[in-house]
């Protein structure tokens, strides 16, 4: 009891702390500063008559969904004696393997720029940045010569680095629940059992309604799509974020989804964030980084290709540079295992005064990136909204599925979780496709890296991250994989 207080407290005093440094803290403050000039306002009930003030504004809902984003973001407290890199990663060979990683990766970034003779960074002359500007609504019109870029790494390269994790303090057969385990994934991880996950995803049970499912047979409407309108738009009335994401889980009507998501994302899109995505646009415009390229190759490969994807083109390209200039994105390294990677000013190698992030947002794109933005454009048709809602998706989901962690819904768990049901649940299947030379987690990866982007109809995703949202995990994708897999094989 008295560590669940003492956790209670760290986790208020982390949020307090957070929040002070928000635009929403001097909001409030300017909002009380008013409240005050208010005849309303006593001095002897000064803090009962300012709450009240919140509460009639709409101020306290405000606050309340700050909190609750920032609970649902926000990794567990630890220990107070426990070290930094435990809030990024407690298993210190999770910590090795991906740090052995990202020096692949900086190796395969550094050859190219060195093969290419091109800078990692430059500032564009006035006639270029004049260009870029004029085309900037146009740049899928734009044909680069890319043909010497290749992607930093693709899904498979990361798969093989996964097969290859091992725990070195014991060999596989000691742990028991590993005898059986037939899978490529070698590593003991704690995953849920099937009736665990029952309980979890317990709102898509049978008995309960589903939008996507109950609105596409032969069920009248009015017996459950009339009143789940009803009830969203109820939601959205109340501007409620737990409400919202609780409500989201059984699937959100196409016309409400797009606010349902920011409200749950808590993405608001007042004139601040449009002046600081123009900033970002700035930043862009006035120079140019390696990782541009890389971008666009990945955009001409994946989404100008993809027949659902390929009229937004120019979208991807400006949120996706945008993105690689948003040093707010480094914020996210503090409770994920990877670290971003640096760069130094020419002869000042190793020397930490003179060394930058590189990309300023530390996240290098790989094969598949712009793929995690294609699906929201269907939702939001302004830039700036676009990128917040992205921005805030990576920061929440995305970065699990390309890093090295024992989280429960990072990439490695996931994998375990899809070899384990499948083997567990559907054996005959397992078996198989392991007896044709068929693993199913060489079949499926690249699905659950992309989060099914670009391998599902784009209505279906939108559902499918809706649980994404609604249950705050990504162990939907492994569960869903197996779904597909039975339909596949059957």
């Known amino acids: 009891m008295l560590q669940e207080e003492e956790d209670l407290s760290l986790t208020i ?9 928000s635009r929403l803290y001097a909001q409030l403050e300017r ?35 700050a909190v609750y984003s920032e609970l649902t973001v926000f990794p567990l407290p630890r220990h107070p004696a426990a070290p ?26 550094n050859s190219m720029c060195t093969e290419l003779s091109i800078p990692l960074a430059r500032k564009r002359p006035v006639v270029e940045q004049k260009e870029l ?20 790494y693709a899904p498979k390269d990361f798969l093989e680095v996964l097969i290859n994790l091992r725990n070195p303090n014991y060999e596989n057969g000691e742990h028991l629940n590993f005898k059986t385990h037939l899978g490529l994934i070698q590593v003991p991880l704690k995953v849920k059992y099937i009736s665990e996950l029952k309980e979890f995803f317990v709102e898509l049970s049978l008995n309960t309604g589903q939008l996507g499912i109950d609105d596409a047979t032969q069920v009248p409407p009015e017996l459950f799509e009339n009143e789940h309108v009803r009830l969203g738009q109820k939601v959205l009335a109340e501007q409620d974020s737990a409400a919202a994401q609780q409500y989201i889980r059984q699937g959100s009507p196409t016309a409400l989804r797009a606010e349902l998501w920011a409200l749950i994302l808590n993405v608001s899109n007042q004139p601040e964030d449009l002046l600081y995505y123009e900033q970002l646009k700035s930043n862009v415009i006035q120079h140019d980084l390696l990782v ?7 955009v001409k490969l994946t989404a100008s290709n993809d027949d659902y994807y390929f ?11 945008c993105f690689s200039r948003d040093t707010a994105v480094l914020g996210h390294f503090a409770y994920n295992s990877a670290s971003p990677p640096k760069s130094y000013i020419r002869g000042k190698l190793g020397m930490e005064d003179y060394a930058v992030f590189y990309p300023p947002n530390g996240v290098i794109p790989f094969h598949g990136f712009s793929m995690y933005v294609a699906p929201l ?8 909204k676009l990128y917040q809602i992205f921005r805030e998706m990576y920061v929440r989901f995305f970065f699990r599925l390309h890093s090295i962690s024992s989280h429960h819904s990072g990439i490695v768990s996931l994998c375990l979780l899809f070899e384990t049901l499948l083997q567990t649940h559907l054996p005959q299947l397992f078996y198989h496709l392991r007896e044709i030379g068929a693993q199913p987690l060489r079949i499926s990866f690249k699905w659950m890296v992309r989060a099914f982007s670009g391998y599902l109809a784009t209505d279906q995703l939108l559902l499918l991250w809706d649980r994404i949202l609604g249950y705050n995990s990504l162990e939907i994708l492994a569960a869903h994989l197996d779904f597909l897999l039975v339909i596949l094989h059957g």
């Open 292 to 298: 541009d390229s890389l971008i666009y190759k990945d």
């Open 133 to 152: 500007l004029n085309k900037w609504n146009e740049m899928g019109t734009d044909e680069p010569d890319l043909s010497l870029f290749r992607p930093v």
């Open 84 to 109: 930094p890199e435990h809030l990024k990663e407690p298993l210190v060979y999770m910590r090795k393997a991906q740090g052995s990683w990202e020096k692949r990766i900086l190796k395969s970034l």
């Open 13 to 21: 005093a982390q949020i307090v702390q957070k929040l002070k440094g």
């Open 31 to 65: 909002q009380a500063w008013v409240s005050l000039q208010k005849p309303e306002i006593k001095l002897e009930t000064l803090k009962e008559d300012i709450k009240e003030f919140f509460r009639i504004t709409g101020w306290e809902k405000k606050l309340h969904n």
């Open 311 to 321: 009229v937004f083109e120019d979208y991807l390209y400006q949120v996706l540079l």
């Open 377 to 384: 454009c269907f939702l939001y048709h302004e830039p700036s």
